[in-house]
């Protein structure tokens, strides 16, 4: 599939559920958000069929996301029946990682790939601020099930607000003993009032990469630990923008995902479909597309339409476009 402007499309990211079993400050509120109807959310049959037609259109990549996917009845199934696409090479998925140590050798039996795990710091006091009830070491304990089963790659998802003073070096360092990808992403202004306090997220927590990596750096020469070198052998394959270093002699890299300083849409090549059955071209963007309609009353030729409208609406880039209508855990990131 190509879009308006020329971009290969081939990367499908589904959010499962706007549910998730935790409460970061940044992705929702304390109380959660309006939970959708049971009926308005898709059934695993349904995602099931429309990836099938997407397969057939041009999608060879998805992600499953939430909220928290792997709170949603019947994801293993899903893993299963995607595999079993011929067109599909990979399956992916974003977790906080709390339910993987019970769920990683079934996700895995079924098909799954890889995983990204959600961990913005290593202080346990820290941790329970940000996510409003969680436990880092459930995170480290689902990490250890990520590496135990197999999943390659296993990246590690660290979204850096300038307010909380994350330590950013001790978590680049975990890349350095284990075959971790730990990656640094730019705090995004997605959702009216998805910031860290509450009020909205603002410019003046935005911690541009090449800021986050001079202070791994930093911090490195100062204990006399090798700086960053761009990556070599153990550079991850992947499907999004990030840039990948390493510490010299490390099993894995240290990779940076800069919307804000330095964003990358010209290189774009996904659509997102929410819980709910909307296909939105882009993230930063509130246009989207009604696919629950048509995968319950149309044909798969009505599905395959949809898709197409959307590559004709994926705009060139967000323009730094700030907030959203929907929330993080809505869109599915």
């Not at 949603?72 to 199934?77: F, L, S």
């Not at 067109?87 to 977790?95: D, F, G, P, R, V």
Request: glycine letters at 8%; a negative charge; hydrophobic letters at 35%.
């Amino acid at each position: 599939m190509i879009d308006s402007h020329g971009r290969v499309i081939d990367y499908l990211r589904i959010s499962l559920t706007d549910r998730c079993n935790l409460r970061c400050i940044y992705c929702m509120p304390e109380d959660g958000v309006a939970a959708l109807d049971h009926e308005d959310i898709l059934r695993i049959e349904e995602i099931s069929r429309i990836v099938r037609v997407a397969a057939q259109t041009g999608i060879t990549r998805v992600r499953l996301t939430g909220g928290e996917p792997l709170v949603r009845h019947g994801v293993v199934d899903l893993v299963r029946d995607i595999k079993a696409i011929p067109e599909i090479e990979s399956i992916a998925l974003t977790t906080n990682g709390i339910l993987l140590p019970e769920m990683a050798d079934d996700l895995k039996a079924a098909g799954l790939s890889r995983v990204n795990i959600s961990l913005d710091t290593l202080d346990e006091e820290q941790y329970h601020y940000i996510t409003r009830w969680g436990h880092v070491n459930d995170v480290h304990a689902g990490i250890d099930a990520a590496l135990r089963v197999g999943f390659k790659p296993v990246k590690v998802n660290s979204v850096v607000i300038r307010s909380l003073d994350q330590d950013v070096f001790e978590f680049a360092r975990m890349s350095v003993d284990r075959p971790l990808h730990m990656r640094f992403i730019e705090y995004m202004p997605v959702g009216e009032s998805s910031g860290y306090d509450g009020s909205g997220w603002g410019e003046q927590d935005v911690v541009p990469c090449e800021e986050i990596m001079e202070t791994i750096n930093a911090r490195a020469r100062e204990l006399g630990f090798p700086e960053l070198v761009p990556a070599g052998k153990h550079r991850p394959t992947g499907w999004g923008p990030a840039r990948y270093y390493e510490f010299p002699g490390a099993q894995g890299t240290v990779g940076f995902i800069s919307p804000i300083s330095n964003h990358f849409c010209s290189e774009c090549n996904r659509l997102r479909m929410t819980a709910d059955g909307k296909i939105r071209p882009c993230l930063f963007s509130d246009e989207e597309l009604d696919l629950r309609t048509a995968v319950r009353e149309g044909t798969d030729e009505d599905i395959r339409e949809v898709f197409l409208q959307a590559l004709q609406l994926k705009p060139d880039e967000h323009h730094s476009r700030v907030g959203t209508a929907r929330k993080m855990s809505q869109i599915g990131g």
